[in-house]
Antibody, heavy 120, light 110 residues
Framework: EVLLLESGGDLVQPGGSLRLSCAASGFRFTSYAMSWVRQAPGKGLEWVSGISYSGDSIYYADSVKGRFAISRDDFKNTLFLQMNSLRVEDTAVYYC?????????????WGQGTLVTVSS | QSVLTQPPSVSAAPGQKVTISCSGSSSNVGNNYVSWYQQFPGTAPKLLIYEDIKRPSGIPDRFSGSKSGSSATLGITGLQTGDEADYYCGTWDGSLNAGLFGGGTKLTVL
């Protein structure tokens, strides 16, 4: 069974930092591209960042470029999202998801999400 | 305002058919595969359709996808009250070099 378990969400002040983790199991992690997707309270889905299966290709939404960094540890089957210079508008549930098919945005399995709240 | 345009809401009676559109441009829908997701309140999204028309295992054939030019469509036949959810389209944008989702469509089964 594919499992994706996010952690690291918390309440943080504007300008602060957080590191999200996504522990993967039940599939060959090293063969899958991965993405982070967020959903602000009462709003729709927003794709945040993606990383290829090899880690060689990394992509970001314009809204987080220069502030967020995605990475993966293939030995620990874990995906990360380092979030710096956090803003109130970054408040959201953050999901990790694995990609299936030929493009990174085909998100086959999702975690349950972790809540990030940016507020003073 | 999302780059991919979906109707905010659609509704139909049980047993009927509904379609949800996703309109984009040549940089996204027109030249990249579209996927569709179903989300119930308080839960993670679930993949319904990928590569425009394919269904993952376990997804009933009441759900279908199609695409023409820069517009994609999700069709749901034999509507059930359990289909009431939010539906999102998603794809890649080659100009932005980033992923995109539509704004989402709330389906009500009357």
């Amino acid at each position: 069974e594919v499992l994706l378990l996010e952690s690291g969400g918390d309440l943080v002040q504007p300008g602060g930092s957080l590191r999200l983790s996504c522990a993967a199991s039940g599939f060959r992690f090293t063969s899958y591209a991965m993405s982070w997707v967020r959903q602000a309270p009462g709003k729709g889905l927003e794709w945040v960042s993606g990383i290829s299966y090899s880690g060689d290709s990394i992509y970001y939404a314009d809204s987080v470029k220069g502030r967020f960094a995605i990475s993966r540890d293939d030995f620990k089957n874990t995906l990360f999202l380092q979030m710096n210079s956090l803003r109130v508008e970054d408040t959201a549930v953050y999901y990790c998801a694995n990609s299936q098919g030929v493009i990174i945005t085909t998100l086959g399995h999702w975690g349950q999400g972790t809540l990030v709240t940016v507020s003073s | 305002q999302s780059v991919l345009t979906q109707p905010p809401s659609v509704s139909a009676a049980p047993g009927q058919k509904v379609t949800i559109s996703c309109s984009g441009s040549s940089s996204n829908v027109g030249n990249n595969y579209v996927s569709w997701y179903q989300q119930f309140p308080g839960t993670a999204p679930k993949l319904l359709i990928y590569e425009d028309i394919k269904r993952p295992s376990g997804i009933p054939d009441r759900f279908s996808g199609s695409k023409s030019g820069s517009s994609a469509t999700l069709g749901i036949t034999g509507l059930q009250t359990g289909d009431e959810a939010d539906y999102y389209c998603g794809t890649w944008d080659g100009s932005l070099n980033a992923g995109l989702f539509g704004g989402g469509t709330k389906l009500t089964v009357l």
